[in-house]
């Protein structure tokens, strides 16, 4: 069994610093890390390593040279290999463009039974790139995934609503993207980065390898631009300070909202 | 000269980082205040290989190295030095000395659970009447056909009581004085042997600290670490090794303090402004700064020496003595810089103060490091 | 795609959600919002509703101001599958062009969205909060955090139609419920077969009660860092009791794992904006601020009273909040005697 997990490098973002000036992250000084949700994804498809015999797990990631590191990672946590997409031509890709860049090495690496992805990633919140690689497959999606049960050939999947959940089931091959409530990633093992930093466990691909048209991906394959970006304007406040021991400042505070008609 | 660390060690840093955030500073305080020893954490380290990082994956270790064990050390000591010494005193002090003085089959039957981490290690030299005195010890070991019968008692055993094997020092032949010590390898369930009392500690109060009591325990011969009469240079050798651990312990709980308290001066307000802004902290915080970066180079340069086969006999023990006391210093301008708060349970910075005392104690006290610095420099 | 191309691209649409019936509070936002810039481009508001025996709805859509309703009726859309529901709105899109599409950023938009967009290749804005038209080139402008709030970003799909985006809910007000108000309604049974979905859902579980609705509170007693630890969220909840209100979360804390995702208000959380808005231990990071700076009356209780917290608070402690809360909770209780005291 093939299972392939999408993981993306992401700055740290409880740690980004923004220039107010520019608008721009600092990125300087900000630690690269494996995005959350991906590494839950990643954690389910070691489980279903573990639980099973011969399955093969492999990390693939689209990015800049140094997103070989989460790879590396990936590996020390259990993966089998890694599969970085490098290439100048992948730059400034949207989720359109990474989607289509993704699904393409996904049927260079031929056969497989699951996708995994993350619901979403810090950096952009989009959650967009696993369904439309699953699009660009032809496979069937289940999103916001927080329970998982393989059944010979078939998945049944709890799927998060706001008011309630789904159960689903569906067929192999399919693409699942996996919440943070799926599971609890495990860290990697200390042996594991040893080994994950020998050989070649990661293979870096460009767009040529992978034979896809140059127009198709990075900026030039991108149907959105970022036209800006600000930081966020607050509204300020009249602030009334209540003063005084907590009793009188809780005190000062009931008679406030009740003399507002809040309370 | 290359000050530049791995990428190997430093994703160990990035992981141990991670782990000792989300698993052990978490329980930190609490194991303290009730002095539990944090087996279930522990077990993660198992786990993760983080109990047998500098020995070959064939002897069940991590395949690592020593610079990496320093950093993991480190690491978790920032949060919580309990486990800081736990992890230091199983890998120093217990599988070193078999992974470098026992036999093949000493390692497979020890050295691979230790490193593992299915069992837990000690090490157990002191004794109440010798102390830094260790040719003092009184505890003897007698052979007895295909057996050593071991008879005496060892006081204040980091992990005494939870370890599952303990390189255990006695006297073979008492006319030799230091050449009459022999090393053995204990496990928990030999006859005769059997865990005293447990220490009360000030400081790393959720590492368990016993006496362990030997009354015809009986030992195969087999379990003899290293020759007859070689014990004591063994216990040397070892101590030589588990100084960088415990200096890293110190530089950890000094980094961690340092931390808190730059975190905490940044939010605390006086005279309408930040402590952070008042230069007569700055000059503190500066001092401290570097004093612990001094330590760090101190402990890497032992670690490096020991990783390169280099002497490091004399680096450690410089180490040592710097980083405890940089550790004690810190960690009391840490608590005078918190104020009130940095006296109360409520903020992480007495603890370390506490914890900060016994790396100028254990393994060596300062005044040991500095004879063995003055009998290298005088030599 | 030319721009003789773009041209034949006109309309705005909405894709209405429905589930077991009842519109989602976020499509009748969608549908001021959509009003305002279908009215902006002159042109016509379409909202698109599939489903099963909803034709109450189809209605509604028309009297909160659309122009067209598209009503496909299926049984096999009665409850949402990703690849029903893709393939009716792709086929409708290729057939009718709308220049932009407005889909709620909800769990089931945000499965759809990508998905739609994929297959007509086209870009697609994930969880706006802020729209506008450039009406030079019909662009729309679609305002997006990113990286966890920090940063805000305009985004423009400017070659390729429909212009997609998904919306946070709560963002826009809700639009006015017009009785008088006309439109069509094109009633159509899309052709749709049971091996159309491979994703099939087996079972519908609702968690109504348990379920915490933020963005519905009058009231929101809302913990960050200065809790200290997961414990103080249990006096939060019993002033939230006491107020009739839910519980908020900053990020950081929802991070730690202190509390559930679920409650976590910010740009990368919830937008609410309730009548009362108490932030205990919150400092006010920029990503937290911006989720409830709309809230009608802002409580900040903090030890540090240069919190950027209190430049959005109207009422303002200086204080321990595990000394200050207790003290609300039972001056909650004598409330009459306090009012009567003052007088």
Same mark, same amino acid.
């Given at each position: 069994m093939n299972i392939i997990v999408c993981i993306k490098?992401?700055?740290?973002?409880?740690?980004?610093?923004?220039?107010p000036d520019k608008g721009t992250l600092i990125r300087e000084g900000v630690p690269s890390i494996i995005n959350p949700d991906d590494k839950n994804a990643l954690e389910e498809a070691l489980r279903i390593k573990d639980e099973y015999e011969d399955v093969r797990v492999i990390a693939l990631s689209m990015g800049p040279a140094q997103a070989e590191l989460a790879l590396i990672e990936a590996v020390a946590m259990g993966a089998d290999e890694g599969i970085l997409l490098n290439d100048k031509a992948f730059a400034g890709s949207d989720t359109w463009a990474t989607s289509t860049a993704l699904a393409e090495a996904i049927k260079n690496i031929g056969e497989f039974d699951i996708i995994f992805c993350g619901q979403q990633a810090i950096d952009g919140d989009t959650g967009q790139v696993g369904p439309q690689i699953a699009e660009h497959l032809n496979i069937p999606q289940i999103t916001y995934v927080e329970?998982?049960?393989?059944?010979?050939?078939k998945v049944r999947a709890k799927r998060r609503l706001e008011d309630g959940y789904f159960i689903i089931e569906a067929e192999l091959p399919l693409l699942i993207t996996a919440t943070k409530a799926l599971n609890q990633p495990r860290y990697p093992s200390i042996r594991g980065i040893y080994e994950a930093f020998k050989g070649d466990r990661i293979k870096v691909l460009t767009a040529k390898d992978l034979g896809i048209e140059e127009y198709k991906v990075g900026l030039k394959g991108s149907p959105t631009r970022v036209s800006r970006s600000f930081t966020p304007e607050l509204k300020a406040g009249d602030l009334v300070m209540i003063e005084g021991s907590p009793k009188e400042q809780a005190e000062g505070l009931i008679v406030k909202l009740r003399e507002a008609r809040i309370i | 000269m290359d000050f530049t660390l791995s990428k190997e060690q430093e994703m160990v840093r990035k992981v141990m980082k991670e782990f000792a955030e989300k698993e052990v500073k978490p329980i930190a305080a609490d194991i303290d205040k009730r002095g539990r020893f944090p087996r279930e954490n522990v077990e993660k380290m198992a786990k993760y290989n983080m109990l047998g990082i500098p020995f070959p994956v064939e002897y069940g270790g991590a395949g690592g190295d020593d610079m990496a064990y320093v950093i993991a050390v480190e690491e978790i000591s920032k949060v919580c030095a309990t486990t800081g010494v736990i992890l230091s005193a199983h890998t120093s002090l217990a599988c070193w000395p078999i992974f470098t003085y026992g036999t093949e089959e000493q390692k497979q039957n020890y050295l691979i659970p230790l490193a593992r981490g299915e069992k837990l290690g000690a090490f157990a030299l002191t004794e109440p009447n010798a102390g830094t005195d260790a040719a003092g010890i009184q505890t003897v070991a007698v052979l007895d056909g295909n057996n050593y019968i071991l008879n005496g008692s060892k006081i204040f055993i980091t992990n005494g009581g939870q370890a599952d094997i303990y390189i255990v020092f006695a006297k073979t032949d008492k006319t030799k004085g230091t050449r009459g010590i022999s090393a053995f390898i204990v496990e928990k369930d030999r006859p005769g042997f059997s865990i005293g009392k447990i220490e009360d500690k000030m400081g790393i109060r959720a590492s368990s600290t016993a006496e362990l009591i030997f009354r015809d325990c009986i030992i195969p011969k087999e379990n003899l670490l290293g020759k007859e009469g070689k014990g004591f240079k063994i216990a040397m050798s070892t101590l030589d090794g588990g100084r960088i651990g415990i200096a890293a312990q110190?530089?950890?709980i000094g980094e961690g303090a340092l931390e808190e308290t730059i975190k905490f001066i940044k939010e605390r307000q006086q005279f309408g402004r %930040?402590?952070? !802004?008042?230069?007569?902290?700055?000059?503190?915080?500066? #001092?401290?700064?570097t004093n612990l970066e001094a330590a760090r180079l101190l402990v890497y340069r +032992?670690?490096? $020496? !020991?990783? !390169?086969?280099? %002497?490091? $006999? !004399?680096? +450690?023990?410089? +180490?040592?003595?710097?980083?405890?006391?940089?550790?004690m210093d810190v960690t009391t301008k840490c608590v005078q810089l918190h104020g009130g708060y940095g006296y109360t349970k409520d903020y992480p910075v007495e603890r370390m103060?506490? #914890?900060a005392k016994i790396t100028e104690i254990y393994e060596g006290t300062s005044q040991v490091q500095q004879m063995v610095i003055a009998a290298n420099v005088l030599k | 795609m030319v721009n003789s191309a773009l041209e034949e691209y006109r309309g705005v649409w909405v894709l209405a959600e429905q589930r077991e019936g009842q519109l989602l509070d976020v499509s009748i936002e969608l549908l001021g919002e959509g009003r305002r810039i279908a009215d902006k481009l002159n042109t016509q508001l379409t909202a698109i509703l599939l489903g099963y025996r909803v034709d109450n709805l189809a209605g509604d859509l028309i009297k909160y101001g659309a122009d067209t309703v598209i009503y496909g009726v299926n049984k096999l859309l009665d409850t949402y599958t990703t690849e029903a529901y893709t393939k009716v709105i792709c086929d409708l899109i290729r057939g009718r062009k709308p220049e932009i599409i407005l889909i709620g950023a909800t769990n089931i938009g945000r499965d759809l969205g990508p998905r739609i967009s994929s297959r007509i290749h086209t870009g697609l804005t994930a969880d706006c909060t802020g729209l506008d038209i450039d009406l030079e080139n019909r662009r729309l402008l679609q305002t997006r955090p990113a990286f966890g709030g920090n940063l805000m970003a305009t985004i423009i799909c400017p070659n390729h139609r429909p212009q997609m985006a998904t919306v946070r809910p709560g963002v826009f007000e809700k639009a006015k419920y017009d009785d008088t108000r006309q439109g069509n309604i094109e009633k159509f049974t899309p052709n749709l077969k049971e091996e159309d979905i491979r994703a099939r859902v087996v079972e519908v579980v609702k968690e109504k009660g348990s379920e915490l609705k933020l963005e519905e509170a009058s009231v929101i007693v809302a913990g960050g860092r200065g809790l200290g630890g997961p414990e103080g969220f249990k006096l939060l909840?019993?002033?939230a009791e006491k107020l009739g209100g839910v519980v908020g979360a900053s990020r950081a804390v929802v991070d730690a794992n202190w509390i559930d995702k679920s409650h976590q208000v910010g740009q990368t959380g919830k937008t609410v904006r309730p009548d009362l808005y108490i932030a205990c231990g919150i400092s006010g990071a920029v990503q937290h601020l911006a989720g409830m700076q709309n809230s009608k009356y802002i409580v900040a209780i903090n030890k540090d009273k240069d919190a950027p917290i209190f430049n959005v608070a109207h009422y303002g402690i200086v204080g321990d909040l595990y000394e200050v809360l207790p003290e609300l909770i039972k001056a909650l209780d004598n409330i009459d005697e306090i009012m009567e005291n003052i007088k």
């Open positions: 490098q992401v700055p740290d973002t409880n740690e980004v610093k923004i220039d329970g998982l049960k393989l059944e010979a050939s | 110190a530089l950890g %930040p402590l952070a !802004k008042f230069q007569g902290l700055q000059w503190m915080i500066a #001092d401290m700064a +032992a670690a490096f $020496n !020991k990783m !390169k086969g280099l %002497p490091y $006999n !004399k680096e +450690a023990a410089m +180490a040592k003595l710097f980083a405890a006391n940089t550790a103060m506490r #914890d | 909840e019993e002033l």
